[in-house]
Structure formats: C-alpha cells, structure tokens
C-alpha cells in the first residue's frame, strides 16, 4: 500500500514562504512524475505544480509562475514545493499525488496516489 504525506504547510503572512514537502511511503516513486494540487473551500481542485520522474520538466499554474518551484530529491525520494510571495488566493488544503506517468502532467485523472493534504493559509 503506498501511502502519501505531505507537510509543511501552515500560516503565513501575505508575501511571505512556505516550503511543502511530499514523500510517500512502500513503494519509491522515482520513476513517476509527482504534482501538486489544492483545493479551496467551496472550489474544485485545481493544479498547481508538477514535475517529471527525473526532475527534467515542470508545469505551473499560470498564477503561481515565477512564485513557486516545484523539485524533487531523487536520493531522499521528496518532492518539495517552494512557495514565495504568497498571497490569500493561494490558501487552501494542497494535495501531493503521484502520477501513473513519468510526464509531469496536468491531468487530475492521471494521478494513482494521494495524500491527506496539508493546510495552506495566507493572512493578507
């Protein structure tokens, strides 16, 4: 059973970082690409970030473009997404998912592994 975790999440003032991290536990996930996604309340889940298996391609959100940076530690099996210049409309719950694919993809179908989410609140 693979299980996702992220954390990392938490309150931060407008402008202002935070760093999420994203490792999964009973399988490694080396050779899947691995996204990002949040959710906020009474809105669907959109995309945010992803990155491909080997950390050679990535796909933002246009809004968050040139703010946040997704990466992954092949070594430590973590994928981190660094947030700066946060602003309230990037609050919300983000979600990790680990794709079937080894592209860094878009698609919300496309991700096998989830996890609970982590907590993201941006005070302007």
């Known amino acids: 059973q693979v299980q996702v975790t992220e954390s990392g999440g938490g309150l931060a003032q407008a402008g202002n970082s935070l760093r999420l991290s994203c490792v999964a536990s009973?399988?490694?996930?080396?050779?899947?690409?691995v996204g990002w996604f949040r959710q906020a309340p009474g809105k669907e889940r959109e995309f945010v970030a992803a990155?491909?298996?080997?950390?050679?391609?990535?796909n933002y959100l246009d809004s968050v473009k040139g703010r946040f940076t997704i990466s992954r530690d092949r070594l430590k099996h973590i994928v981190y997404l660094q947030m700066n210049s946060l602003r309230p409309e990037d609050a919300g719950i983000y979600y990790c998912?680990?794709?079937?694919?080894?592209?860094?993809?878009?698609?919300?179908?496309?991700?096998?592994?989830w996890g609970q989410g982590t907590q993201v609140t941006v005070s302007s």
């Open positions: 990155i491909s298996w080997n950390g050679g391609t990535t």
């Open positions: 009973g399988r490694t996930f080396s050779n899947n690409g």
């Open positions: 998912a680990v794709s079937r694919s080894a592209a860094a993809t878009t698609a919300v179908d496309i991700y096998q592994y």
